[in-house]
């Protein structure tokens, strides 16, 4: 019995590393749409009057202190549809973690080099969002290497147990 149970065990180890993969692709792609959709709520974001559909003239702030835009907003509720999408299965949601992990590191080094004031920053971003998509990036590269890191584990031979002294 206990080597059937070590074998239950193993048969369900990968598969359990993929359905982490991609729940916490969902629970980011989750994120990304709440996030999307409070862009456009008075009172979590100020100024919703002065929001625009593109550019740096756009005075809305989520929370207060994050520069958004209708397409700022745009942009998080296709990265949730996304994620949502991609969350089917573990391969497409790894792409997804380190995808999007990869284009807020882009959307990070933008930030850093667009002149805020400029009609370049059409996103809009200010100095909030770029520490914020610094933040985003790496946390979505890493969930993605550390949700589906492979460990070799140390499987019993032919069924022995040596902790228990079983076989």
């Known amino acids: 019995m206990a080597g059937s149970t070590a074998h239950a065990r193993a048969r369900r180890g990968p598969g359990e590393g993929q359905a982490t993969v991609r729940r916490v692709a969902r629970g980011v792609a989750v994120v990304f749409l709440v996030v999307g959709v409070l862009g456009f709520v008075p009172g979590i974001t100020s100024d919703v009057g002065g929001l625009r559909w593109a550019g740096h ?68 971003v200010n100095t909030a969002d770029n520490w914020l998509h610094l933040g ?25 147990d040596r902790s228990r002294g079983r076989g």
């Not at 929370?63 to 907003?73: A, E, I, K, R, T």
């Not at 590269?141 to 032919?158: A, E, S």
């Open 57 to 124: 003239e756009s005075g809305a702030r989520l929370f207060g202190v994050f520069q958004v835009s209708v397409l700022h907003n745009l942009v998080h509720l296709l990265f949730g549809v996304a994620g949502l999408a991609l969350a089917r299965t573990a391969a497409t949601a790894r792409a997804y973690l380190l995808g999007g992990g990869a284009v807020y590191l882009v959307l990070w080094l933008y930030g850093l080099v667009v002149d805020h004031d400029s009609t370049a920053n059409v996103l809009p």
């Open 136 to 160: 985003l990036g790496a946390a979505m590269i890493l969930l993605g290497l550390v949700t589906t890191r492979t460990g070799t584990r140390h499987q019993p031979r032919h069924g022995l």
